[in-house]
């Protein structure tokens, strides 16, 4: 039983250039969830999923999309990746009303 | 609009010393309250929820509606509690969360 984990742990990007960032969880959750964590901002929520082939919109979506094909996968794509972005990424699942679960996070820089 | 306001980066205390971490939030409704902690190299995980009503490693937190608060306190640090402290709300529909800035808790021997 892994939990949550994400693909890949680093990366470093140039301005405009794409990549998706991948979550995996084998708890069977229905709700998984993407943030961003910046120093003093805390986490903000960028878009979340009730379940597999649904997504919405969090506090700060602009520049990101997500797919949930299967429900145990949570896709973060950057189709045109800014210096804004640059910034910790945090999966997260959950089970209806219970506790979140994250991932170690993705350290990613645009330059 | 800030939700969930930690209003403290940092905090120190001794060691034995008693140590409370502010969280106030603004919601209309019966939000569900967490506190979630992150100690250093780990994954950010759930200390304790107000539905629960429990202590969990010394902490406890109570919500006071009146004031908007969700203050987590413990009667006596030690040194294993220096972590990163995030207050968190879920709307009573249960998608989304809105965390807090957090507080960097140090705990000196």
């Known amino acids: 039983n892994a939990g949550v984990t994400q693909t890949p742990k680093f990366r470093v990007l140039k301005t405009g250039q794409s990549m998706t960032l991948l979550c995996a969880q084998d708890?069977?959750?229905?709700?998984m969830y993407w943030y961003r964590q910046d120093p003093g901002m805390g986490l903000r929520l960028i878009h979340y999923?009730?379940?597999?082939?649904?997504?919405a919109k969090g506090e700060v979506p602009d520049g990101y999309n997500v797919s949930r094909l299967k429900k145990q996968n949570f896709l973060l794509g950057l189709e045109s990746a800014a210096p804004s972005q640059t910034s910790v990424y945090f999966c997260a699942s959950r089970f209806g009303l219970g506790e979140q679960y994250f991932g170690p996070g993705t350290r990613l820089t645009v330059t | 609009a800030q939700r969930v306001t930690q209003p403290e980066k940092l905090l120190s205390v001794f060691k034995g010393a008693p140590v409370e971490l502010k969280c106030n939030y603004s919601y209309s409704g019966s939000p569900e309250l967490f506190w979630y902690v992150q100690y250093s190299r780990q994954r950010l995980q759930l200390l304790l929820r107000h539905i629960s009503r429990e202590s969990i490693k010394g902490f406890t937190a109570d919500l006071n509606k009146g004031e908007t608060s969700f203050h987590l306190k413990k009667p006596f640090a030690q040194e294993e509690d220096s972590a990163m402290y995030y207050c968190?709300?879920?709307?009573?529909?249960?998608?989304?969360?809105?965390f807090g800035t957090g507080t960097s808790l140090t705990v000196i021997p």
């Open positions: 999923s009730v379940g597999e082939g649904t997504t």
């Open positions: 968190a709300l879920s709307p009573n529909t249960g998608n989304q969360f809105y």
């Open positions: 708890m069977n959750h229905e709700y």
